[in-house]
C-alpha cells in the first residue's frame, strides 16, 4: 500500500481519508500563502475566519441543516457533552434517558448530577444486543428531553427508527454514525457528536443545537465553559477553539461533499457493512454479537465463543496488517470498526483473512 499504511480498524481515534491527509501533509508548514500552520495561526485572523466558515457552511450543506439551527464546536470531546446536555437543557430538572450500553450508561451518570434521570427504555437485559422499542414510551409530562445514544460504538447498535419522544425534545449522541447516512436534522432539538470517530482527531465536539434552546437561564454555577449560547453567540470562538480539529474537519466535509453527499456515503457504508455481515451470518467459527435488525454499519462486534481463540485471532489479523481488532475491554471479543473512511478493500481484506483463518483450523 502507498505509504505502507494499515487497515485501522480502531473505534477511535480512527481513520481519515487518505486525500484530505495528503492535502493536510501539503499545507502544513505554509497554508496557502500565509507562511505559517493552521497550528500556528491566530483563530481570529483572516485566513483562520475562512477556514471556519466554510467547515461550519460546507457542514450545513452535508446535513441540511436547517437555518434555526446553530452548528458550534467545542473542546472536551464527547464526555464533556454528557454535563453539558442536563446543565443547558434540565428546566424542569427532570430528563428522559434510554439506555443502550456503555455510552448511554455514562450519558445517564453525569445527568444524575443535575436532576432526575428516568430511564424510559433499556437493552441491559440482553446485554444491550440490541435496541428496545421506543414507539409508546411512558415519558413524564414534565420532562425536558429525551436522550439516546444513537450508535453504540462498543456494543454495535443503532437505532433505525427514532423514538417517539411524544413532543419532548430529542437529544442525540451520534459520535459514531455522525455523517454515516443521512439524517433529518428537524427531528431533533440538539445533535452532538465526538469528531475522532467518524470525522477528525480528537478532542472536540460538533453541536447542532436549535435556537430556541439557547436560552439565559441556565443555572448559575453552569462554567461559562459549558453553556451552549456563550458559544452559539460566539460562533465558537469565546475562547481559543480547537483551530486543528477544526481546519482537519472542514477538509473532511468537503471530501464528503465531493463524493456526492450523505446519501452516497450511505450506499458505500451499505455495501462495506454488507460484505462483514454477509460473512458472519454464513461463518461457522465467528458470530455476530447484534439482532440483524439494529446492527450498526460502523462498528461490528463478533466473537468466536472462545477467549482465547478472540485473542489468537486478533493477534494475527495484526500480524497481516488490520489493526485494532480487538474488542472494548469492557465486553471482550472482536469489533471492526469501518466508520466512513475505511475503505471497501480493507473490510473485503478483513473477511478474506477471517475466511482463511476459519478454514485453515
Ligand atoms: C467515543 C464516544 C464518546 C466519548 O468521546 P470522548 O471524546 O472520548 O469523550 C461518547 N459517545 C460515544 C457514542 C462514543 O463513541
Same mark, same amino acid.
Given at each position: 500500500?502507498?505509504?505502507?499504511?494499515v487497515?485501522?480498524?480502531?473505534?477511535?481515534p480512527?481513520?481519515?481519508?487518505?486525500?484530505?491527509?495528503?492535502?493536510?501533509?501539503?499545507?502544513?508548514?505554509?497554508?496557502?500563502g500565509?507562511?505559517?500552520?493552521?497550528?500556528?495561526?491566530?483563530h481570529?485572523?483572516k485566513?483562520?475566519?475562512s477556514?471556519?466558515?466554510?467547515? +461550519?457552511?460546507d457542514?450545513?450543506?452535508?446535513?441540511?441543516?436547517?437555518?434555526?439551527?446553530?452548528?458550534?464546536? +467545542?473542546?472536551?470531546?464527547?464526555?464533556t457533552?454528557?454535563?453539558?446536555?442536563?446543565?443547558?437543557?434540565?428546566?424542569?430538572?427532570?430528563?428522559?434517558?434510554?439506555e443502550?450500553?456503555?455510552?448511554?450508561?455514562?450519558?445517564?451518570?453525569?445527568?444524575k448530577?443535575?436532576?432526575?434521570?428516568?430511564?424510559?427504555?433499556?437493552?441491559?437485559?440482553?446485554?444491550?444486543?440490541?435496541?428496545?422499542?421506543?414507539?409508546?414510551?411512558?415519558?413524564?409530562?414534565?420532562?425536558?428531553?429525551?436522550?439516546?445514544?444513537?450508535?453504540?460504538?462498543?456494543?454495535g447498535?443503532?437505532f433505525?427508527?427514532?423514538?417517539?419522544?411524544?413532543?419532548?425534545?430529542?437529544?442525540?449522541?451520534?459520535?459514531?454514525?455522525f455523517?454515516?447516512?443521512?439524517?433529518?436534522?428537524?427531528?431533533?432539538?440538539?445533535?452532538?457528536?465526538?469528531?475522532?470517530?467518524?470525522?477528525?482527531?480528537?478532542?472536540m465536539?460538533?453541536?447542532?443545537?436549535?435556537?430556541?434552546?439557547?436560552?439565559?437561564?441556565?443555572p448559575?454555577?453552569?462554567?461559562?465553559?459549558?453553556?451552549?449560547?456563550?458559544?452559539?453567540?460566539?460562533?465558537?470562538?469565546?475562547?481559543?477553539?480547537?483551530?486543528?480539529?477544526?481546519?482537519?474537519?472542514?477538509?473532511?466535509?468537503?471530501?464528503?461533499?465531493?463524493?456526492?453527499?450523505?446519501?452516497?456515503?450511505?450506499?458505500?457504508n451499505q455495501?462495506?457493512?454488507?460484505?462483514?455481515?454477509?460473512?458472519?451470518?454464513?461463518?461457522?467459527?465467528?458470530k455476530?454479537?447484534?439482532?440483524?435488525?439494529?446492527?450498526?454499519?460502523?462498528?461490528?462486534?463478533?466473537?468466536?465463543?472462545?477467549?482465547?481463540?478472540d485473542?489468537?485471532?486478533?493477534?494475527?489479523?495484526?500480524?497481516?496488517?488490520?489493526?485494532?481488532l480487538?474488542?472494548?475491554?469492557?465486553?471482550?471479543?472482536l469489533?471492526?470498526?469501518?466508520?466512513?473512511?475505511?475503505?471497501i478493500?480493507?473490510?473485503?481484506?478483513?473477511?478474506?483473512?477471517?475466511k482463511?483463518?476459519?478454514?485453515?483450523?
Amino acid at each position: 500500500m502507498k505509504y505502507d499504511r494499515v487497515f485501522n480498524f480502531s473505534a477511535g481515534p480512527a481513520m481519515m481519508p487518505e486525500p484530505v491527509l495528503e492535502e493536510i501533509a501539503s499545507e502544513v508548514l505554509n497554508y496557502r500563502g500565509t507562511g505559517m500552520s493552521v497550528m500556528e495561526m491566530s483563530h481570529r485572523s483572516k485566513a483562520f475566519q475562512s477556514i471556519y466558515d466554510e467547515a +461550519v457552511a460546507d457542514l450545513k450543506k452535508l446535513m441540511n441543516v436547517p437555518d434555526n439551527y446553530k452548528i458550534i464546536f +467545542v473542546q472536551g470531546g464527547g464526555t464533556t457533552q454528557f454535563a453539558m446536555v442536563p446543565l443547558n437543557l434540565m428546566k424542569n430538572g427532570k430528563a428522559c434517558y434510554v439506555e443502550t450500553g456503555a455510552w448511554s450508561k455514562k450519558a445517564i451518570a453525569e445527568a444524575k448530577k443535575y436532576g432526575e434521570v428516568k430511564i424510559v427504555a433499556s437493552s441491559a437485559d440482553k446485554n444491550f444486543s440490541y435496541v428496545p422499542d421506543c414507539s409508546d414510551l411512558d415519558i413524564p409530562e414534565d420532562a425536558d428531553y429525551v436522550y439516546i445514544c444513537e450508535n453504540e460504538t462498543i456494543h454495535g447498535t443503532t437505532f433505525n427508527k427514532l423514538p417517539n419522544t411524544k413532543g419532548k425534545i430529542l437529544v442525540s449522541d451520534q459520535s459514531s454514525m455522525f455523517l454515516s447516512r443521512p439524517c433529518n436534522v428537524e427531528d431533533y432539538g440538539l445533535i452532538w457528536a465526538g469528531v475522532q470517530k467518524n470525522v477528525g482527531p480528537a478532542g472536540m465536539a460538533v453541536v447542532i443545537i436549535r435556537e430556541d434552546l439557547l436560552t439565559d437561564d441556565v443555572p448559575a454555577f453552569c462554567p461559562t465553559y459549558l453553556n451552549y449560547k456563550i458559544h452559539a453567540d460566539k460562533d465558537s470562538m469565546y475562547n481559543t477553539p480547537n483551530t486543528w480539529a477544526i481546519y482537519c474537519c472542514g477538509k473532511v466535509f468537503k471530501y464528503l461533499l465531493s463524493l456526492g453527499g450523505l446519501e452516497e456515503v450511505e450506499k458505500m457504508n451499505q455495501a462495506k457493512a454488507k460484505v462483514l455481515y454477509d460473512f458472519l451470518d454464513s461463518s461457522k467459527l465467528f458470530k455476530g454479537s447484534v439482532v440483524k435488525e439494529d446492527r450498526s454499519l460502523m462498528n461490528v462486534p463478533f466473537v468466536t465463543g472462545s477467549d482465547e481463540e478472540d485473542a489468537a485471532v486478533v493477534a494475527a489479523t495484526k500480524a497481516a496488517g488490520m489493526d485494532n481488532l480487538k474488542g472494548h475491554r469492557s465486553v471482550g471479543g472482536l469489533r471492526a470498526s469501518i466508520y466512513n473512511s475505511m475503505p471497501i478493500e480493507g473490510v473485503q481484506a478483513l473477511v478474506d483473512f477471517l475466511k482463511d483463518y476459519e478454514a485453515n483450523k
